[in-house]
């Protein structure tokens, strides 16, 4: 079944939840970067945070960028999503295997570590772009992320992000929510918001259960008229190409350009995103050369 988004919002304009089915995406990225277990859910739980923060993005052509910088055995944890939903990400040390934690869960915040920050890049096509940045909660992704809107946007968020590894290294639920608390909201919404979002034990279950991202939507916002709009199809795709790898090459400059033709006399770029790999022959990168003078 293809991953769903759908983007919900009360009549009176006081709540507005965004709530997502990851598991074919992360279950791409498992298989693309053969992740482990920890690390399929450390990085299934960033793609799902940047799809929705790409839901929420204004125009199809901008993008919204997570880093997770913890000083943990992963290494980076980067997730990447567009406007049109199209999702790409990775991580440093995709094979890093942790003990479950005390919890009986995959060690997410061992993995990722919390000496370090969550950035969240949006390139909103303008010259540069909006960059903001707190210090990590626990590295478990959802608790720094609310942490992250709390301080960067001063809006009042509930996030909740899950991913469900099989024993097989198959990735059989995942996906998330984000809520949030317009400048409408009342004390009386914010109350009833807080019982509802605590009353989600899991969301991974709920989609293991059969259940779509609008029974998360209803459940949350139980007892409110609520307004869909603009449901979307997200997908890992990543947007690499050999002409970008040219632009690339050429962009290190003619010295460093001419060192690499001297020295290795060919070259091999691994795309993160999806391991695709562009070979450079000799006379290729003269040609690149040429077009870096
Ligand atoms: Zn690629």
Do not use: W
Request: glycine share 8%; net charge negative.
């Amino acid at each position: 079944m293809a991953d769903y988004m759908v983007k919900a919002i009360t009549s009176d304009g006081a709540i507005r939840v965004v709530a997502v089915d990851t598991t074919e995406l992360c279950n791409k990225a498992q298989k693309i970067h053969n992740l482990s277990a920890t690390a399929s859910a450390a990085l299934g739980r960033a793609l799902t945070a940047v799809t929705i923060m790409g839901g929420m993005l204004k125009s199809s052509d901008d993008a919204v960028t997570l880093q997770l910088n913890g000083g943990g055995p992963i290494g980076r944890v980067v997730a990447v999503s567009n406007g049109r939903a199209q999702v790409k990400g990775y991580v440093s040390n995709p094979l890093i295997e942790l003990p479950l934690n005390e919890k009986g869960k995959l060690d997410v915040g061992g993995a990722i570590g919390k000496n370090g920050m969550l950035s969240i890049i949006r390139d909103l096509g303008l010259k540069e772009p909006y960059v903001g940045q707190v210090p990590l909660v626990n590295g478990e992704v959802a608790e720094d992320l609310t942490y992250y809107y709390a301080n960067s946007e001063q809006l009042p968020t509930a996030v909740a992000l899950g991913v469900l590894v099989d024993v097989d290294y198959s990735v059989r639920a995942a996906g998330g929510f984000v809520l949030q608390l317009l400048p409408g909201a009342m004390e009386e919404d914010i109350d009833k918001v807080e019982k509802a979002v605590a009353a989600i034990s899991s969301v991974t279950e709920m989609l293991d259960n059969g259940k779509k991202p609008e029974d998360i939507v209803s459940q949350l916002l139980e007892g409110y008229e609520i307004e869909y709009f603009d449901n979307e199809l997200p997908v890992y795709q990543c947007d690499c190409s050999r002409e970008r790898t040219d632009k690339a090459l050429i962009s290190i400059g003619e010295k460093e350009l001419q060192k690499l033709i001297e020295e290795d006399g060919k070259a091999e770029i691994t795309c993160h995103f999806c391991d695709n790999v562009y070979n450079y022959t000799k006379e290729q990168l003269e040609e690149l050369l040429k077009s870096a003078r």
